[in-house]
């Protein structure tokens, strides 16, 4: 192999919002020295439960980054919400995820599909593993969604409402995202939140 061949990605990515790998490209982020390509599903494939197991501290549901294995531990917790996501199996793709919370933070920052100033609430936007490093949102950064089909009123719009991340804040919370107006919280681990599912491709 040369070493042109060596440094080419082994994945060619697509534009933001485009269609891949059984969803849409929403952006990359590092894990371990390495980059993985992240895909959001399709509106069509959104859900709606509790991130379960209130009172429990789930082990191995902490990062960040690694969405699959926080969902795995919280199914093998008993979570009903995550052995759904699961179960998914969209575009021939079966290895879906609820989102780790920097993977959330993509979703919003490329998809968001209102036009409300951001709510700018201690670190919203902070997000050190992703590439580019997300900065702390403004009022107006990010704005409304540029990318067809996920403003809002279309097709793959996310909901102005709450989505639960895979990422545990405690025994009693997890992180979740308002896509109304991009604040960054914990709640209520039996609160009913919305799910989008995401998948990930190693790049390099």
């Not at 959104?46 to 294995?69: H, M, N, P």
């Not at 926080?70 to 759904?84: D, P, W």
């Not at 950064?141 to 709450?162: I, L, Y």
């Amino acid at each position: 192999m040369s070493a042109v061949e060596k440094a080419a990605p082994a994945v060619q990515l697509p534009e933001i919002g485009q269609p891949f790998g059984g969803g849409f490209f929403s952006g990359i982020t590092i894990e371990n020295g390495q980059r993985f390509a992240n895909i959001t599903a399709g509106a069509a494939h959104e859900l709606v439960g509790e991130w379960g197991e209130y009172g429990e501290k789930i082990e191995g549901a902490d990062s960040f980054t690694d969405s699959r294995s926080n969902t795995e531990a919280m199914a093998a917790s008993g979570s009903e919400l995550a052995q759904k996501v699961l179960s998914l199996d969209i575009g021939g793709f079966t290895d879906w995820a609820i989102p780790a919370r920097d993977v959330q933070e993509l979703q919003y920052r490329h998809f968001k599909p209102t036009s409300r100033e951001n709510y700018c609430w201690s670190r919203d936007g902070d997000n050190p593993n992703s590439l580019p490093v997300g900065l702390m949102y403004t009022e107006e950064s990010p704005r409304k969604t540029q990318v067809p089909g996920f403003a809002e009123g279309e097709p793959e719009a996310f909901q102005d409402r709450r989505y639960w991340s895979s990422s545990q804040r405690s025994a009693y919370y997890a992180f979740c995202m308002d896509f109304d107006v991009g604040y960054q919280y914990s709640d209520g681990k039996f609160n009913e939140l919305r799910v989008r599912a995401v998948r990930r491709s190693l790049i390099d």
